[in-house]
């Protein structure tokens, strides 16, 4: 569908696959609440060709125009000092570049966290919604993250990332034994480890889970790997490659140190989603990461 954003809602060219359908098919394609429906239908948040729309099994034809109002909103997190690294943007989402050894978000007020770095991009370039992540990396991983800037597009991004529909592509830098081109299908399942705090293991209790792995390169005793997420369990990538006897280098729960390299070499380097109204493919790539460099 074709659409225009403007300050403060967006507006939505009804296309042909809404034909004969309603605004509860619509709420049904983008996965809204039935708590949301009715907070958008009585807030007078959407208008059909500029009239308030309540109703809604309101029907739907080519050519309408769908208005949704989007209330500004407090971001939900304090603003740090210094705005997140953005290295992709659209009317829907932004994708954040994250430092190693930054959390997502804390429990507590304080703000050396994405999420509130992510308040003070927010807050600098007049995006006045609440910051809302759609995936996480763990403290110590370096690379992207995908924030939604539109509240009533959140469900739909959360239903694509579920349905593995959101791509996600990490390199690590490993030691053990592979040839460059050869493949892994890693599919243990990942349960948490009852012996030590914050660790995880392959456990036949545990969630399925699928990494896909590729050598891309090696160098001396370190090796570079492709590697694919099917599924988004904690630690997934780390504990995959670490049971098939290709530790993480400088990975503190599961690796091993590796001087040569500044930190864990772990980088979520790209992020491939969709665009929710055009169906346009949409790339995000992270280039900053100095320790990859040592393959070139």
């Keep these: 569908m074709k659409y225009q954003c403007k300050h403060g809602h967006i507006e939505i060219i009804i296309d042909e696959s809404y034909r004969d359908r309603t605004l509860q098919d619509f709420f049904d394609a983008y996965d809204i609440s039935k708590r949301n429906r009715y907070l958008e239908l009585t807030s007078g948040n959407l208008e059909l060709n500029h009239t308030v729309i309540r109703n809604p099994k309101q029907p739907l034809s080519c050519g309408d125009l769908l208005s949704i109002r989007i209330p500004e909103e407090h971001p939900g997190f304090k603003a740090a000092a210094a705005e997140c690294p953005v290295v992709y943007e659209d009317d829907f989402v932004y994708v954040a570049h994250k430092d190693r050894g930054l959390i997502i978000h ?14 003070a991009y927010q807050q600098n370039h007049g995006i006045n ?4 992540y759609i995936h996480r990396l763990d403290r110590d991983t370096v690379g992207l ?7 009533f597009f959140q469900p739909w991004f959360d239903r694509q990332l579920s349905e593995k529909k959101i791509r996600r592509h990490y390199y690590a830098i490993t030691t053990g034994k592979a040839k460059v081109s050869q493949k892994f299908v890693f599919t243990g399942r990942i349960g948490r480890d009852r012996h030590v705090s914050g660790k995880y293991r392959i456990s036949d209790t545990g969630a399925e ?3 896909r792995v590729e050598c891309v390169s090696k160098k001396g005793p370190y090796l570079l790997m492709s590697c694919q997420l099917e599924t988004g369990r904690t630690h997934q990538i780390r504990v995959h490659l670490s049971a098939s006897e290709h ?3 400088n990975d503190p ?3 091993v140190p590796a001087h040569l390299f500044s930190g864990m070499g772990l980088w979520a ?3 491939d989603f969709t665009n929710p109204l055009t169906g346009e493919a949409c790339q995000a790539k992270d280039t900053e990461n100095i320790d990859f460099l040592y393959f070139d």
Excluded: H, N, Q, W
């Design 106 to 119: 804390g429990e507590d007020s304080e703000i050396s966290t994405l999420a509130c770095m992510a308040a």
């Design 129 to 132: 919604t609440p910051v809302r």
């Design 145 to 151: 993250v995908l924030f939604v800037k539109i509240p």
């Design 209 to 211: 889970a699928l990494t």
């Design 247 to 249: 530790p993480i280098v």
């Design 253 to 255: 729960l599961y690796g």
């Design 269 to 271: 380097d790209e992020i």
